[in-house]
């Protein structure tokens, strides 16, 4: 079965600080992934998504992400943080046959250090 | 990008009434749209895949006459909980695909029951 899985629940960087958030995933085909930020009480906005081509994908918001096919991972990454980038981050794998679903990991909260 | 919306932002209900929510897309035809539930500090959980004019599709475990999903327009769709219950509480998320490979997400709905 298709399964997302994001290791850190959550995690703490000072501003300015590099971050980096892991993702894992199991699906039997090649992947349509994705990223979504979610801030609180509020909905989804799509950060970056990997459909094919390129592994290394660029995003909204200075963030950037990286298929690799062989640790089965699509790691979201950027240089510098900002206080604004505090929220909950969703990693997904859409599904392709039918409706195409999204399946979601578990979230990595974010949280900013002044 | 383009735009769903979702309405109300935040409804609060007796136990044993009936509340409906609404997802729209605004500017683009939404041949699928998507309902989610997520709990709290928890990621989002697919309930239904409808698709217009069409029964909604009900994921495992998800009570279709608990849950109505209707998609009567290529815009518009409405889940409503019936005969809601303080366990329905939760935080209700719309998506909606057109004829591309990307879902848009609403603002998300705010149930509480009392």
């Known amino acids: 079965a298709q399964s997302v899985t994001q290791p850190d629940i959550h995690i703490t960087v000072s501003e300015g600080a590099s971050l980096e958030l892991r993702c894992n995933y199991s699906?039997?085909?090649?992947?349509?992934l994705f990223w979504y930020v979610q801030s609180p009480g509020q909905g989804l906005q799509l950060l970056l998504k990997?459909?094919?081509?390129?592994?290394l994908v660029q995003g909204i918001k200075g963030f950037e992400a990286e298929f690799k096919r062989s640790q089965s991972s699509f790691n979201l990454r950027k240089p510098s943080v900002h206080w604004s980038d505090a929220a909950e981050y969703f990693c997904?794998?859409?599904?392709?046959?039918?409706?195409?679903?999204?399946?979601f990991g578990q979230g990595t909260r974010l949280t900013i250090n002044p | 990008g383009a735009v769903v919306s979702q309405h109300p932002s935040r409804v609060i209900c007796k136990s044993g009434t009936s509340v409906k929510i609404e997802c729209r897309s605004l500017?683009?035809?939404?041949?699928?749209m998507f309902w989610y539930r997520q709990f709290p500090k928890q990621s989002l959980m697919l309930m239904a895949t409808?698709?217009?004019?069409?029964?909604?599709?009900?994921e495992q475990g998800v009570e279709k006459d608990k849950f109505l999903i209707n998609h009567a327009s290529l815009t518009l769709s409405t889940l409503t909980v019936t005969s809601a219950h303080p366990e329905d509480s939760s935080f209700y998320i719309c998506?909606?695909?057109?004829?591309?490979?990307?879902?848009?997400f609403g603002q998300g709905t705010r149930l509480t029951v009392v």
């Open positions: 409808s698709n217009e004019g069409s029964k909604a599709t009900y």
């Open positions: 997904a794998v859409g599904i392709i046959q039918g409706a195409q679903k999204l399946v």
């Open positions: 990997y459909f094919s081509g390129d592994t």
């Open positions: 500017d683009f035809q939404a041949t699928t």
């Open positions: 699906y039997g085909a090649t992947p349509y």
């Open positions: 998506s909606a695909r057109d004829s591309g490979s990307e879902a848009f």
